[in-house]
């Protein structure tokens, strides 16, 4: 006779609120019976948890039966276009919990998601699930976007898997980085935020090395972006040098018109017009590229540019409150009747 397995009797653990958020989901059977299956994995392991789903306002109604169903499952509508990274900084800014996963549907519902958590709690790192196993195609097609995530200060790589488990304080971290959309995919080369990788031997089916393409264009994009400080700076070092050379080249056209008899015709207004223009555009460039990163180093990172809108509203803590049995008091009492 088979014996039954003991996890199946194990209490759910009460000592912490675990969050999941989506952010990229089609209004699809699939999609919504996945969603079922990791509501049901949570609840076997911890008894507070919330889902943070991220849907555009198109997809509204489609999600309503699934969270009058699931328990505990938050739904906050954005814009059609919202960008994927911003959609991820959305989910990870409303959630409460003491660990938090952005996840991909298709990667979490192929991966253990309570291994998944239990690694990150237990090793208090930033965790990315991560396929050992590559394809020659994906390895090569990742190696510009490495190379500029270095420069940039980002662990980039397109392969891993695009969900990460992370402690509450270091999601506080990467949510208050310069760049937190990036962050919040890429974890940063910083030595606070420790990273660690949650290895697996399944593939995503259906994942090849050319989907993706239009996101791996604005990953492109956002990396250079994130580089204009530096490219700035080598723009000015280029325009100085320029800018030296040009009036070099007017002290050379000098000291020729000084020096020698005879000049060839046309030959010092021809230099002159080339020094005269060497030394406008190293200026010209030099003074813009200063004026950029005076503005960028006075600029603030903008916040709550995208505000979702909360379809249902949830009191977790008051959950929490109530099931354990906590009731709390105001250390505030009123005098006796009478008193000055």
Same mark, same amino acid.
């Given at each position: 006779?088979?014996?039954?397995?003991?996890?199946?009797?194990?209490?759910?653990?009460?000592?912490?609120?675990?969050?999941?958020?989506?952010?990229?989901?089609?209004?699809?059977? @699939?999609?919504? *019976?996945?969603?079922?299956?990791?509501?049901?994995?949570?609840?076997?392991?911890?008894?507070?948890?919330?889902?943070?789903?991220?849907?555009?306002?198109?997809?509204?109604?489609?999600?309503?039966?699934?969270?009058?169903?699931?328990?505990?499952?938050?739904?906050?509508?954005?814009?059609?276009? +919202?960008?994927?990274?911003?959609?991820?900084?959305?989910?990870?800014?409303?959630?409460?919990?003491?660990?938090?996963?952005?996840?991909? !549907? =298709?990667?979490?519902?192929?991966?253990?998601?309570?291994?998944?958590?239990?690694?990150?709690?237990?090793?208090?790192?930033?965790?990315?699930?991560?396929?050992?196993?590559?394809?020659?195609?994906?390895?090569?097609?990742?190696?510009?976007?490495?190379?500029?995530? &270095?420069?940039?200060?980002?662990?980039?790589?397109?392969?891993?898997?695009?969900?990460?488990?992370?402690?509450?304080?270091?999601?506080?971290?990467?949510?208050?980085? =310069?760049?937190?959309?990036?962050?919040?995919?890429?974890?940063?080369?910083?030595?606070?935020?420790? !990273?660690?990788?949650?290895? @697996?031997?399944?593939?995503?089916?259906?994942? +090849?090395?050319?989907?993706?393409?239009?996101?791996?264009?604005?990953?492109?994009?956002?990396?250079?972006?994130?580089? +204009?400080?530096?490219?700035?700076?080598?723009?000015?070092?280029?325009? @100085?040098?320029?800018?030296?050379?040009?009036? *070099?080249?007017?002290?050379?056209?000098?000291?020729?018109?000084?020096?020698? =008899?005879?000049?060839?015709?046309?030959?010092? @207004?021809?230099?002159?017009?080339?020094?005269?223009?060497?030394?406008?555009?190293?200026?010209? +460039?030099?003074?813009?590229?200063?004026?950029?990163?005076?503005?960028? &180093?006075?600029?603030?990172?903008? &916040?709550?540019?995208?505000?979702?809108?909360?379809?249902?509203?949830?009191?977790?803590?008051?959950?929490?409150?109530?099931?354990?049995?906590?009731?709390?008091?105001?250390?505030?009492?009123?005098?006796?009747?009478?008193?000055?």
């Amino acid at each position: 006779m088979r014996e039954p397995d003991a996890s199946q009797f194990q209490k759910p653990r009460e000592d912490m609120v675990v969050s999941v958020c989506f952010s990229e989901l089609a209004a699809s059977p @699939t999609t919504f *019976a996945a969603l079922r299956e990791v509501a049901a994995t949570l609840d076997r392991a911890f008894r507070f948890r919330e889902i943070i789903l991220v849907v555009d306002d198109t997809q509204r109604e489609a999600f309503l039966p699934l969270i009058a169903e699931v328990p505990n499952c938050r739904l906050f509508v954005v814009r059609r276009g +919202t960008e994927y990274y911003d959609r991820r900084v959305i989910g990870a800014e409303e959630a409460i919990g003491d660990l938090v996963v952005i996840g991909n !549907l =298709d990667e979490i519902v192929h991966i253990d998601l309570i291994a998944f958590l239990a690694h990150a709690e237990r090793e208090n790192t930033v965790t990315m699930a991560f396929r050992a196993v590559r394809r020659p195609v994906k390895r090569l097609l990742a190696w510009p976007f490495i190379a500029l995530g &270095k420069l940039a200060g980002f662990n980039v790589d397109p392969s891993d898997f695009q969900s990460i488990a992370v402690p509450r304080t270091l999601l506080n971290l990467l949510l208050a980085h =310069d760049e937190p959309r990036l962050a919040l995919r890429f974890p940063p080369r910083d030595p606070r935020l420790a !990273l660690d990788w949650f290895r @697996t031997t399944r593939n995503v089916p259906g994942r +090849t090395a050319f989907m993706g393409l239009a996101r791996r264009a604005q990953l492109l994009q956002t990396l250079l972006v994130y580089l +204009t400080p530096t490219i700035l700076s080598v723009v000015a070092l280029s325009s @100085t040098i320029l800018t030296l050379l040009g009036l *070099a080249y007017a002290a050379y056209i000098v000291g020729a018109l000084i020096v020698v =008899d005879t000049l060839a015709p046309g030959w010092l @207004t021809t230099n002159a017009m080339l020094a005269v223009s060497a030394v406008f555009m190293g200026m010209s +460039t030099l003074g813009l590229s200063l004026g950029l990163q005076h503005l960028l &180093k006075q600029q603030r990172r903008l &916040k709550g540019g995208i505000v979702p809108e909360e379809v249902n509203r949830i009191d977790l803590f008051q959950q929490v409150a109530f099931d354990l049995n906590v009731e709390v008091e105001s250390d505030v009492r009123a005098g006796p009747a009478g008193a000055d």
